[in-house]
């Protein structure tokens, strides 16, 4: 079975720390995705990559960088954890030219 | 990018009721897809469907592009059909979610 692992599944971080969130997948998948979601407000792109090394923001890519070394792993990483990125984040992997999306089982942040 | 809303943002049912949920789109898509997250946040697919009806047991999806909308049935439902279903929308390179609905079944 095709699997999306998020490597932390809860997560508290103190203001200002340096945060990476990291995501694999086993399906040899080009298309990588960060997502987080809110309360009311659905799923929303922060960037996704669609090959290694590649990469292209999202809806809201503030605040937030990627990391894209190997075709498995994709990482989110939070240069300076704020307060307004508690969430919960979700990563996802697509194969080129299928429309089937694969998620993680997410990570839930709290930023204190 | 595509505006993707859905209706009604939540759902109590008694188990073996039948419901319908709504996802209304901003433009032509080339993907339409119905998502169900469980209580433990997993997202699970469960229709690709940019138009016509699909069926899958209990569910059903039908979407009517030219008029922008697509909806989800539930027929008998029960317990594990509880979680937060989403509908997602492409037009471009990327695909926009709805805020989901919100569906609980009661015992």
């Known amino acids: 079975d095709v699997k999306v692992t998020q490597s932390s599944r809860y997560l508290v971080k103190r203001t200002g720390e340096k945060v990476f969130l990291e995501c694999v997948q086993d399906m040899d998948h080009e298309n990588m995705f960060w997502y987080r979601q809110d309360p009311g407000l659905g799923l929303r792109l922060i960037y996704f990559?669609?090959?290694?090394?590649?990469?292209e923001k999202g809806d809201i890519p503030e605040g937030y960088s990627v990391s894209r070394e190997k075709k498995e792993r994709f990482s989110l990483i939070l240069e300076s954890a704020s307060t307004n990125q508690t969430s919960m984040y979700l990563c996802?992997?697509?194969?080129?030219?299928?429309?089937?999306?694969?998620f993680g089982s997410g990570t839930r942040l709290t930023v204190v | 990018g595509i505006q993707v809303e859905q209706s009604p943002p939540d759902l109590i049912l008694q188990e073996g009721a039948n419901s319908t949920l709504r996802c209304n789109f901003s433009?032509?898509?080339?993907?339409l897809q119905w998502f169900h997250q469980n209580p433990w946040g997993q997202l699970i697919n469960l229709f690709y469907i940019p138009s016509g009806t699909k069926q899958n047991g209990r569910l059903s999806a039908t979407t009517v592009a030219t008029e922008r909308y697509s909806l989800l049935y539930i027929s008998s439902s029960q317990t594990t059909d509880s979680g937060v279903y989403f509908c997602a929308a492409r037009g471009d390179y990327k695909l926009s979610f709805g805020a989901g609905t919100t569906v609980t079944v009661r015992a």
């Open positions: 990559s669609y090959d290694v090394k590649m990469k």
């Open positions: 433009d032509s898509v080339n993907n």
């Open positions: 996802a992997s697509k194969d080129r030219g299928h429309y089937g999306y694969t």
